[in-house]
């Protein structure tokens, strides 16, 4: 069983916003949908979610007692309490009361929210936020799990707690979509779709991405004289197309970050 | 602070409502308000029955504007029409005896008719005047009734579009538009919960009004529970409305003001429709809320019966249908599932 988009098109108004997008994921697996701001990511999602209709192309869903899905907002209700707030999506499931009680708790424990669970919604932190909106996507055990930017504004430590409960997730056989602003958290997932002014930059397995560029990235300790080039901490990247080495620096194995910024610069040759 | 005043005129002008809200409701009102906001009655509308309809239509003063001479009409058709709001002043002329009976729920025509009554009787010794419905001519008996719709307006109207705008803004919408439930399931759970408030709101005005203020209640309440009924429709769909081409709450408030205004100025609750110039009168009989009143004044003070009300419940009913429909369409919309997406969409199961 599988699920997705293929060769999806969206347009809004008189805007492209996604064209021919491919992404297919499968029970298990997580898939990683990343890209700068106005990329196509939450218009993406928000097709998954069934809150936009596709202009062209096809999509894959389970059932909608089946997406659990949480919006870049969190999703939660700033006025009711974290488990009032489960307690509603397990109502609107037709949850039995003893199975919503049984999976709140187990919820409220893998999230960590048990402590919190009779706070308001608004007088969460962000992150504390953003786990309650992820715990309420999970309440009805969904097929697919699609989340809009999660660990946005998120603190490192809540980011780990918040992808150990995604992993979870996956390995108890739901398939996961999740946005992200992030290159550098997309390397977890199975499965990569990079959008760049929404088209597929690149798309595959970290490793084939990897794999996909051609040419060589290398570090380079003062600032290049290139057009593709970057800058990542105090040091200088340089991407060249042949592979041939520039004046001064030596050959990098990029992470995905360098990557993508490579494959970006490479498609626009733009300069950063 | 150069700066700041350039800063502020700039978000000004791009806030259209705003800037509405600032050049257009001044006019606005100075053109309502010169035009609606008079208590002076000039003509009392005025039946005459009994066997001396004709002379007694004769030698009233001008500003008794006669619409009926009946010679074959007695008291019970003179009760009839009043209890219809058809007329002001209704005389029954009888052989020796001239009895004029004045709508007191009409406040400011009632006053009026007194007043003409009194300078009348001079030449008609036998004249005996009885004011019906509100025989003390207080201003509570007239507005309690209309205070009830306007707390409708309020509870409707801007509570519920504040509702409605609070999910927008915190991004909820867009959750409930994801989970399993039907767009109707979504909508009345939504509006519920003001609908009773609402109604819960009328009761207590209602029972405090007459109870405090000694306002009767002389009719039946199953035709002002039908009427409420019908206009809180009216009210939520209003709000509804209102909600679903706001931003924010801010925006929210300024528009179901916007709505509630007029209403609460050219409805009859303060002034009289019929001393209002035609050319804003007619605003007045466009507005639900004028109806509403004529059922809360017919019930309560008049004992209308539903055939003697049938107008404006009808209209209501038509406005309720019209603005409610219209409100359950935009909701649905502003719902925004994809789920009707067609070939296009493949749903599995």
Redesign the interface.
């Known amino acids: 069983?599988t699920?997705g988009v293929a060769g999806l098109g969206v347009t809004i108004g008189s805007q492209v916003a996604l064209s021919g997008i491919d992404l297919e994921v499968h029970p298990g697996m997580i898939a990683a949908v990343v890209g700068g701001d106005g990329a196509g990511k939450t218009t993406l999602v928000r097709?998954l979610?069934?809150?936009?209709?596709?202009?062209?192309?096809?999509?894959?869903?389970?059932?909608?007692?089946n997406?659990g899905?949480q919006?870049?907002?969190?999703?939660?209700?700033?006025d009711l309490t974290v488990t009032e707030n489960l307690r509603f999506?397990a109502d609107?499931?037709?949850m039995s009361s003893g199975d919503a009680r049984k999976r709140l708790d187990e919820l409220l424990a893998a999230t960590g929210l048990e402590s919190a669970s009779d706070r308001l919604a608004s007088q969460l932190s962000g992150g504390m936020r953003q786990k309650l909106g992820v715990a309420?996507a999970l309440v009805a055990r969904p097929l697919l799990l699609v989340l809009d930017e999660p660990t946005t504004g998120v603190d490192p430590v809540s980011r780990s707690e918040l992808w150990r409960l995604l992993s979870k997730t996956a390995a108890q056989g739901a398939a996961v979509v999740f946005t992200t602003t992030y290159l550098d958290e997309s390397e977890r997932a199975a499965h990569i779709l990079a959008l760049e002014s929404g088209t597929t930059l690149v798309e595959g397995p970290p490793d084939s991405i990897r794999d996909s560029l051609a040419g060589q990235v290398w570090r380079t300790p003062d600032k290049p004289d290139s057009p593709y080039r970057w800058r990542r901490g105090r040091e200088w990247r340089e991407w060249t197309a042949d592979g041939s080495p520039p004046a001064a620096g030596s050959p990098l194995e990029p992470d995905l970050t360098d990557l993508l910024t490579a494959a970006t610069l490479a498609r626009d040759g733009k300069l950063i | 602070m150069w700066a700041m005043i350039v800063k502020e005129f700039r978000q000004v002008r791009r806030d259209h409502r705003t800037l509405a809200m600032m050049i257009v409701m001044p006019v606005v009102l100075l053109v309502v308000f010169g035009y609606a906001a008079s208590f002076d009655v000039s003509g009392i509308d005025t039946a005459v029955y009994g066997a001396g309809a004709e002379d007694v239509a004769t030698i009233l003063p001008e500003t008794f504007e006669v619409e009926i001479v009946d010679s074959a009409g007695d008291v019970e058709s003179a009760m009839e029409l009043l209890r219809k709001a058809e007329v002001v002043l209704a005389i029954v002329a009888e052989e020796s005896q001239v009895a004029a009976f004045v709508d007191g729920s009409q406040l400011f025509a009632a006053r009026a008719a007194s007043q003409a009554l009194a300078t009348a009787a001079q030449a008609m010794p036998s004249l005996e005047i009885e004011i019906l419905f509100n025989p003390g001519l207080e201003t509570s008996a007239v507005l309690v009734p209309g205070l009830g719709g306007l707390i409708l307006l309020f509870v409707g109207t801007i509570i519920t579009s504040l509702g409605v705008v609070k999910e927008r803004q915190?991004?909820?919408l867009?959750?409930l538009?994801?989970?399993?439930?039907r767009p109707s399931d979504v909508f009345i759970g939504k509006i519920a919960p003001y609908f009773l408030v609402a109604s819960l709101d009328l009761v207590i005005v209602l029972v405090v009004g007459t109870a405090l203020f000694d306002v009767p209640f002389n009719g039946s309440v199953w035709i002002l529970a039908l009427g409420s009924l019908m206009f809180l429709f009216v009210t939520l769909g209003l709000g509804v409305l209102v909600s679903s081409v706001s931003e924010n709450q801010g925006q929210a408030i300024q528009l179901a003001l916007m709505t509630l205004l007029p209403q609460v100025l050219l409805s009859g609750l303060i002034f009289p429709l019929e001393s209002m110039a035609a050319g804003v009168r007619w605003l007045g009989y466009v507005l639900p809320l004028t109806y509403f009143n004529l059922v809360a004044q017919g019930v309560m003070l008049r004992d209308a019966a539903f055939s003697d009300l049938l107008f404006p419940l009808a209209l209501l009913a038509v406005l309720g249908v019209f603005i409610f429909g219209l409100a359950v369409l935009r909701f649905r919309r502003d719902l925004?599932?994809?789920?009707d997406?067609g070939s296009?969409?493949?749903?599995?199961?």
């Open positions: 069983m699920w097709v979610g069934r809150l936009i209709r596709p202009t062209s192309g096809r999509v894959s869903l389970p059932a909608r007692l997406v899905y919006p870049s907002a969190s999703g939660s209700w700033p999506v609107a499931h037709r309420m | 915190a991004g909820t867009e959750q538009a994801v989970m399993p439930l925004g599932s994809a789920d997406a296009k969409l493949e749903a599995g199961t």
